[in-house]
């Protein structure tokens, strides 16, 4: 495991194939342009399933691209991260909501991972969290516990704002299948089983717990745990996540914000500077001493500000 230099990779899924290597890395990677990528290839830094090729290469599911970077300058994160507890085998924590996990586009040594590595050695996360997703962490010291430990999570509970009065409680029990955004990423919610793949079953249970002034403070309690699972549901339920870039009130911000044009009154109709989702439960069973552990982790200082001056 070597600290000291990233190797970036990633393996093609549904959204990437039959994309050019090149066009993938730009639309993809965007803190460098597509001519950019071009000389990253020609110069050896970026292969395809081990090999040096084209950057009109096209992509092929599950195709594995490794970049080898030397001279990334990485955006300022919050490091402020907190262990909750700790023995020999896990580790529970605290992340604050702009903190990337794992080593993805120009973060490295300005993630979770890196991070707890340096301290602890070889770390494995049993669960994840989005950049931008404060909250309760799960992370074993020995690799092998990792399936194990994910299996025993008997419970997992978010805080989140949303725009909207919502509804006392809602069950959403469906799929997650793609957008058809401009953004690749982007998923959406629906209840009946979509007719091609890929998709996903996602299941989330909402809980209101209060409202005021165009806003719901919710509780959602997890069932699955799938990509962007409670922001795509909740958008595509009619109540996007405050400061959602992406699943918020407007998707261009996420545009924005990736090419550094976001603006103050943007800003303003975000209402906060990170998504408003907190993991704040978590409850599993410990691999070795079989004891069922259960954790809180309070609401952040920005998501608790919102609340109080919504009066929500």
Request: charged residues 25%.
């Amino acid at each position: 495991m070597d600290l000291s230099r990233r190797i970036i990779r990633t393996s093609i899924d549904w959204s990437g194939a039959n994309l050019l290597l090149a066009d993938y890395l730009a639309g993809r990677f965007t803190y460098r342009s597509r001519d950019e990528w071009c000389e990253r290839i020609a110069s050896g830094e970026i292969t395809l399933n081990g090999q040096i090729v084209p950057p009109e290469t096209r992509l092929a599911l599950h195709d594995l691209i490794e970049y080898r970077p030397g001279d990334i300058i990485e955006p300022p994160a919050d490091l402020d991260y907190h262990i909750v507890y700790e023995d020999d085998m896990i580790l529970v924590i605290d992340k604050p909501g702009n903190l990337c996990m794992h080593p993805a586009g120009p973060f490295f040594k300005h993630t979770l991972w890196h991070l707890l590595c340096s301290k602890y050695g070889n770390i494995h996360f049993v669960n994840r969290l989005d950049r931008e997703t404060s909250g309760l962490l799960l992370a074993v010291r020995i690799p092998k516990y990792a399936k194990a430990l994910g299996k025993s999570i008997a419970a997992k509970r978010y805080m989140v704002i949303v725009h909207g009065d919502f509804p006392e409680t809602f069950e959403a029990d469906g799929f997650l299948q793609n957008a058809n955004s401009i953004i690749r990423k982007k998923r959406r919610f629906v209840s009946i089983m979509p007719e091609n793949p890929p998709f996903e079953s996602a299941k989330t249970s909402f809980r209101k717990i209060s409202a005021a002034n165009g806003l719901s403070l919710l509780e959602a309690t997890l069932f699955t745990g799938r990509m962007h699972q409670i922001r795509a549901t909740l958008f595509s339920l009619g109540y996007p996540v405050a400061g959602d870039k992406l699943y918020g009130l407007d998707e261009t911000f996420y545009l924005k914000q990736r090419s550094g044009e976001l603006q103050q009154c943007d800003r303003e109709k975000l209402l906060i500077s990170r998504q408003a989702l907190h993991s704040a439960y978590l409850e599993f069973t410990h691999p070795a001493t079989m004891e069922k552990l259960s954790f809180t982790a309070g609401m952040p200082a920005e998501m608790s500000q919102l609340i109080t001056t919504k009066g929500i």
